[in-house]
Each structure stands twice: as structure tokens, then as C-alpha cells.
């Protein structure tokens, strides 16, 4: 292979693999996975809320209930002095009696309040389940866009790293000096450094060269410069007057 077959076939096979990479990574499997990532972020962020209020709630139902076990304890006691039968004075029973009976309606107030906790905390449960379905749901569904990504994606790369290995080849077929002015041609002009002469036009930036230019091209060196867009310049096939 002469070196402007090379040179040209090289550049070619890098805006192959630029091409594929890029549909490697704009992949529509690829974007719905971050998608949904991000939603699956968002639910579980309302999992967590869904989570501190069932404990709030829960938290709320101990403390009632403690309150209310303390409240029973005291009725209890109480009920105990009336029934020892030590009291006689009639007063301090009365007072006792009161008492009980202030005490057992603060014990129903605290089980109303268990009760109406309770409510809440089912509600707050089902809603918590709900979420938690979602987010499993969706685990379900980033597997699945997974597997297929890796599927097209690993036919993608199986073609780069083919396409990487036959590049190799190319440019190990080309004069180091201008496989380091491609290579810097490469860097500085978007990936594209070399323009093939088609007619009188440079084939990257299409622009009419000189017929000077064009003369001494078609003679002298069959790889040139492009005096526009300066980029390496290819004659492929030598026109002979
Ligand atoms: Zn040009």
C-alpha cells in the first residue's frame, strides 16, 4: 500500500471508529437507563420520607401507649388504697374517687389517640408499600435496559476494537513523520486531517484550489497541504496530461 492509499484509508478507518463510538454512547438504552436512574433517585427519596414518617408514627404510638400504661398503673394504686379499706375518712375517698375517675378518662383519651395513630400509621404503611413496588418495579426495568445495552453495546465494541486493531495496522504502514503530522492534524481539526483532491477541490474543506497548486500536486509530491483549511492534501489517483 503506497502511502497516500494509506494515509487515506487511515483517516477513513478513524471516522469509522469516531462514528461508531459515537453511536456506542448515544445508544437509546444507554439514555433510558439514566432516565429511569434519575426517577428511581426521586422515588427513593420519597421512600425515605414514606420511612421517617411510619417510624414518627410509630415512635408516637409507643410513647400513648406508655403514657397510657403508666395512667393504668396509677388507677391501679389508687383503686388499691380505696379497696384496702384503711381510708374511712369519707373525704379523702371522695377525692380518691374523683381522682380514678380523672385518670381513667385521661386513660381513654391516650388509647382514642393510639387509635387515631394506628389509623395514620396504615395509611402511612400502604403508602410506603406502594413506593417500595415502584422502586423494585424499576430495578426490574434498569436490569433489562442493562442486559440489552450490553448486548448492542458489546456488538458495537466487538466492531471498534476490530476496527481499532486494523488502524493499528494502517498507520504502522505510514512514515512516522507523517503519522505524527496526522495524528497533530487530527487534534487540531475535529478529528478530520486529511482531504482528498477531487477535481480542483480539497475534499475536507471543498474549497477550489489554485490550478498552480492543483499542477503541482498532480506532478510533484502526491501528498500536499491544503493552502485553506490546511490539512493534509491527497492526490489518489495521478492525472496524467
Ligand atoms: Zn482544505
Same mark, same amino acid.
Not at 409507643?62 to 380505696?82: G, L, N
Given at each position: 500500500?503506497?502511502?497516500?492509499?494509506?494515509? #487515506?484509508?487511515? @483517516?477513513?478507518?478513524?471516522?469509522?471508529?469516531?462514528?461508531?463510538? $459515537?453511536?456506542? /454512547?448515544?445508544?437509546?438504552?444507554?439514555?433510558?437507563?439514566?432516565?429511569?436512574?434519575?426517577?428511581?433517585?426521586?422515588?427513593? %427519596?420519597?421512600?425515605?420520607?414514606?420511612?421517617?414518617? #411510619?417510624? %414518627?408514627?410509630?415512635?408516637?404510638?409507643?410513647?400513648?401507649?406508655?403514657?397510657?400504661? *403508666?395512667?393504668?398503673? $396509677?388507677?391501679?394504686?389508687?383503686?388499691?388504697?380505696? /379497696? @384496702? &379499706?384503711?381510708? /374511712?375518712?369519707?373525704?379523702?375517698?371522695?377525692?380518691? +374517687?374523683?381522682?380514678?375517675? +380523672?385518670?381513667?378518662?385521661? $386513660?381513654?383519651?391516650?388509647?382514642?389517640?393510639?387509635?387515631?395513630? *394506628?389509623?395514620?400509621?396504615?395509611?402511612?404503611?400502604?403508602?410506603?408499600?406502594?413506593?417500595?413496588?415502584?422502586?423494585?418495579? &424499576?430495578?426490574?426495568?434498569?436490569?433489562?435496559?442493562?442486559?440489552?445495552?450490553?448486548?448492542?453495546?458489546?456488538?458495537?465494541?466487538?466492531?471498534? /476494537?476490530? *476496527?481499532?486493531?486494523?488502524?493499528?495496522?494502517?498507520? %504502522?504502514?505510514?512514515?512516522?513523520?507523517?503519522?505524527?503530522?496526522?495524528?497533530?492534524?487530527?487534534? @487540531?481539526?475535529?478529528?478530520?486531517?486529511? &482531504? #482528498?483532491?477531487?477535481?480542483?477541490? !480539497?475534499?475536507? !474543506?471543498?474549497?477550489?484550489?489554485?490550478?498552480?497548486?492543483?499542477?503541482?500536486?498532480?506532478?510533484?509530491?502526491?501528498? &500536499?497541504?491544503?493552502?485553506?483549511?490546511?490539512?493534509?492534501? #491527497?492526490?489518489?489517483?495521478?492525472?496524467? @496530461?
Amino acid at each position: 500500500m503506497d502511502q497516500p492509499t494509506a494515509l #487515506v484509508a487511515l @483517516s477513513d478507518k478513524d471516522l469509522e471508529i469516531t462514528r461508531a463510538t $459515537k453511536r456506542l /454512547d448515544e445508544l437509546p438504552e444507554k439514555h433510558a437507563i439514566l432516565e429511569l436512574r434519575h426517577k428511581l433517585r426521586e422515588v427513593e %427519596g420519597l421512600a425515605e420520607k414514606a420511612a421517617q414518617y #411510619v417510624g %414518627g408514627l410509630e415512635a408516637a404510638i409507643r410513647r400513648a401507649e406508655d403514657e397510657a400504661a *403508666m395512667i393504668s398503673a $396509677k388507677i391501679v394504686a389508687e383503686q388499691a388504697k380505696v /379497696d @384496702s &379499706g384503711a381510708i /374511712d375518712n369519707h373525704k379523702e375517698l371522695q377525692g380518691l +374517687s374523683r381522682e380514678i375517675d +380523672s385518670l381513667s378518662r385521661q $386513660k381513654d383519651k391516650k388509647e382514642n389517640e393510639v387509635l387515631a395513630v *394506628m389509623e395514620k400509621l396504615e395509611a402511612g404503611k400502604a403508602q410506603a408499600e406502594k413506593i417500595a413496588e415502584t422502586i423494585a418495579k &424499576g430495578r426490574v426495568k434498569e436490569q433489562q435496559l442493562i442486559a440489552r445495552f450490553q448486548e448492542v453495546g458489546s456488538e458495537l465494541q466487538r466492531d471498534i /476494537d476490530r *476496527m481499532q486493531r486494523e488502524r493499528i495496522s494502517l498507520a %504502522g504502514a505510514l512514515d512516522p513523520a507523517l503519522l505524527a503530522r496526522y495524528e497533530a492534524l487530527r487534534a @487540531s481539526k475535529h478529528g478530520l486531517a486529511v &482531504g #482528498v483532491l477531487q477535481g480542483s477541490m !480539497c475534499g475536507a !474543506c471543498r474549497i477550489d484550489l489554485p490550478a498552480g497548486r492543483i499542477q503541482a500536486l498532480n506532478e510533484g509530491d502526491p501528498i &500536499g497541504e491544503c493552502p485553506s483549511c490546511h490539512r493534509l492534501l #491527497v492526490v489518489l489517483h495521478r492525472e496524467h @496530461s
